[in-house]
């Protein structure tokens, strides 16, 4: 059973960066990809980026230009570096998993606190 520990969040000003990671125990099928989800208060959660295993990325339109995602893929670790960052970008960010075995299979992280602060 894959297991997900995130780590990084916290407070920062407006313009300030931080770095999220996320590190998957256990063992990954070849196919699959890691990603970043967000949700903020009284909103539903939504897609900030993901980076499958062959390093394709994807970001929602918001964070292009601000976010970075990458993985580390010998420790199965997902990174979010996050730049310029906005009071909007204030969240729980959920670190996500999908893989595809012999059946597909998705893990979520307990979530980590952002909070920018104006």
């Known amino acids: 059973q894959v297991q997900l520990r995130e780590s990084g969040g916290g407070l920062v000003q407006t313009g300030g960066s931080l770095r999220l990671s996320c590190a998957a125990s256990?063992?990954?099928?070849?196919?699959?990809?890691m990603g970043w989800y967000r949700q903020a208060s009284g909103k539903e959660r939504e897609l900030v980026a993901t980076v499958s295993s062959g390093g394709s990325t994807n970001y929602a339109d918001s964070v292009k230009g601000r976010f970075t995602i990458s993985r580390e893929n010998a420790k199965n670790t997902v990174y979010l570096q996050m730049n310029s960052l906005k009071p909007e970008d204030t969240a729980v960010y959920y670190c996500?998993?999908?893989?595809?075995?012999?059946?597909?299979?998705?893990?979520w992280g307990q979530g980590t606190l952002v909070t920018v602060s104006s």
């Open positions: 996500y998993v999908v893989t595809w075995g012999n059946r597909q299979v998705e893990v």
């Open positions: 256990g063992s990954l099928a070849s196919r699959n990809a």
